[in-house]
């Protein structure tokens, strides 16, 4: 997914995934419409869960749907990494009502299209 915003929005991708800069609101309505565009379905998933979700879970999960890192993540998101382990944990029970690692959400997470 990096690879396709790189080559569709050169200069979103170079703020998020290599300057680490915090997203203006315009770059984060381009890459909420690039990732809902790529995945219908996680686009529908997300819509469904919305209620469940705050605007830094919410953000998470977009991201990583797009492929980014936790460390990366929690850069853009001005938290610890140790937040974002947290809530991907208190994510994947509450949205999936699985108990496991953070990672399990990410692969759950990445695998709607």
Known sequence: ???KM???QPSVYKRFA???NEPTAEEWEQIEAMVFELYPQFH???QTHSSLLNYKEEKTCILIRAGFKPKMISELLHVCPSYISNIRKE???RLFKM???PKDFDQLL???T
Do not use: P
């Open 99 to 101: 108990k496991g690692r």
């Open 44 to 46: 529908s998933f997300l």
């Open 18 to 20: 290599i300057q680490g």
């Open 6 to 8: 790189m080559s569709q």
């Open 1 to 3: 997914m990096l690879e």
């Open 110 to 112: 990445r695998a709607i």
């Open 91 to 93: 994510m994947l029970q």
